[in-house]
């Protein structure tokens, strides 16, 4: 079993920035993709951002590219979601997701292990 666990949510002001990490433990990081999901009140979770084993390939959801930046540190079995010029739209609480798959996901199906969440809350 892998377990994920999200930190660095919060309440930031429209046009801040927020740092997102997903600590890993169980599993070797390395051997798994990684996304972020995001699921707001009343909506079905989405897509945001996912990154291949190597950290070599990246995916966004259109509506975060140029502002979010997911990476990864394998010797620290962490994943991070950068999150700059952030809007009111993108409150909602955050997820970790990890996948067995080598190349990129984007389907919520696809992705084995989660974390709890974190609630990431933009005021305008």
């Known amino acids: 079993q892998m377990q994920l666990v999200e930190s660095g949510g919060g309440l930031v002001q429209a046009g801040g920035s927020l740092r997102l990490s997903c600590a890993a433990s169980?599993?070797?990081?390395?051997?798994?993709?990684m996304a972020w999901f995001r699921q707001a009140p009343g909506k079905e979770r989405e897509f945001v951002a996912a990154?291949?084993?190597?950290?070599?390939?990246?995916d966004y959801v259109d509506s975060a590219k140029g502002r979010f930046t997911i990476f990864r540190d394998n010797a620290k079995n962490t994943v991070y979601l950068d999150m700059d010029s952030l809007k009111p739209e993108d409150t909602a609480v955050y997820y970790c997701?990890?996948?067995?798959?080598?190349?990129?996901?984007?389907?919520?199906?696809?992705?084995?292990?989660w974390g709890q969440g974190t609630q990431v809350t933009v005021s305008s």
């Open positions: 990154i291949n084993w190597s950290g070599g390939s990246t």
């Open positions: 997701a990890a996948s067995e798959y080598s190349i990129i996901q984007i389907a919520s199906m696809m992705y084995k292990y």
């Open positions: 169980g599993r070797i990081l390395s051997r798994y993709g």
